[in-house]
C-alpha cells in the first residue's frame, strides 16, 4: 500500500464491507456491513448498527477487530483487511453527524433511538493482497 489516499480511494468505492468482531469464546465472528458512513484522513471508519446487535455487544466487551475490502474484476482481485478497535458510541454528537436519511427504516425513533449507535474503528495496520502478492502495512507509516 503507497498511500492512505490509495487506501481510502479503494475503501470508499466498495459497497460492501465484512467487519469482524471476537466472541465470548474468541472465536471471530464476520459480518457483511453496508460500506462505511464516514471515513476520515486517519483510516477511521464509521458504521451505523443497533446497539442491541450482538455485534455490538461483542465490541463492548473486547473492542478487536477487522474489517475486510474486495474488488473483484474479471482477471484481477484485491483485498484489503485493516486490523484495529472497534468502540461504539452512543453520544448524540456523533449520532447526528452519522445519521442518514431514510435511518427510520431501522431505528423508529429517529436519531435519538437508544438502539442507534456508531461504530467507530481505528485502523493499526493491514494486508493487501493483489496481483498474486501479499504485503503487510502500518497505517502509521503510510504516506
Known sequence: MKSKKQLLEFISKRKTSFIASVDDDGFPNM???FPPRKIDENCCLY???NTSSMRAQQYMKNPKASVYFYE???FRYEGIMLIGTMEVLQDEA???EIWCEGDTIYYHKGVSD???CVLKFTAEKGRRYCGFKVESFDIEALA
Open 31 to 33: 459480518k457483511a456491513m
Open 47 to 49: 458504521f451505523t448498527t
Open 72 to 74: 473483484k474484476g474479471r
Open 94 to 96: 456523533t449520532k447526528k
Open 114 to 116: 437508544p438502539d442507534y
